[in-house]
C-alpha cells in the first residue's frame, strides 16, 4: 500500500482547488484508494508570530492495476 498527501489552508477555494488536485491526481495515476484520513492542524508562518488552520489528507491507495467502475467488485 502506498500513500500520497494532499494540504490546503481552510477556506472555501483551497478546499475545492484541493478536490481539483485529488481528482486530477485519481484520474492520472489510476491509483485505488483503500483508506482515506483527514486532519487539522496549524501552519506555522516563517516570517511571523500567526498560524493558519490547514486540512491534511492522506490517501492510502494500492497503486497496481484499474480502478473498478461503479457496481463492479474490485479484483
Known amino acids: ?14 478546499l475545492r482547488t484541493m478536490d481539483e488536485q485529488i481528482n486530477n491526481w485519481l ?12 486532519v487539522f492542524g496549524y501552519e506555522r508562518h516563517h516570517h511571523s508570530e500567526g498560524e493558519e488552520p490547514v486540512m491534511i489528507v492522506t490517501v492510502w491507495y494500492d497503486a497496481a492495476g484499474p480502478r473498478p467502475g461503479p457496481g463492479e467488485e474490485p479484483e
Not at 500500500?1 to 483551497?14: G, N, P
Open 1 to 14: 500500500m502506498r500513500a500520497q498527501t494532499f494540504l490546503a489552508k481552510l477556506s472555501l477555494e483551497s
Open 27 to 38: 484520474d492520472r495515476t489510476k491509483a485505488r484508494p483503500k483508506l482515506v484520513n483527514q
